[in-house]
């Protein structure tokens, strides 16, 4: 359950289900409090995957999915689509500098 909340990117509740079972606690890293602000950049660089994979742009498919295990945010991709989910290295900065260098910020 917890997996499907951090793919939706629903960080609040994803927050308070991994209190419940004592996990995510204060001090264990910024990662844990991404919010909503790294979901939608998120979702906005798989958009711009996406469409460069559509147009055969391999390079910077590559480019993207590269810079998101670098940021620590981990892409399935799935019939449904794709789906993420943070990893305990997630760097929100290393994501922003993604955003920003592909000018999808």
Same mark, same amino acid.
């Given at each position: ?38 979901a939608?950049? #998120? ?11 559509k ?8 480019? #993207?999915?590269?810079?998101? &295990? ?11 689509? &794709? ?20 000018? &999808?910020?």
């Amino acid at each position: 359950m917890l997996h499907e909340l951090a793919g939706q990117g629903d960080a609040a509740n994803l927050l308070a289900g991994a209190h419940l079972l004592g996990l995510l606690l204060p001090g264990m890293g910024g990662w844990a409090e991404a919010g909503e602000d790294a979901a939608a950049r #998120i979702e906005a660089l798989l958009v711009a995957r996406a469409a460069a994979r559509k147009a055969r742009d391999f390079a910077r498919a590559d480019a #993207i999915r590269d810079g998101f &295990a670098a940021a620590g945010v981990e892409v399935k991709d799935t019939p449904q689509g &794709a789906e993420w989910s943070l990893t305990p290295g997630y760097d929100a900065s290393r994501l922003a500098d993604l955003a920003r260098s592909l000018g &999808a910020s």
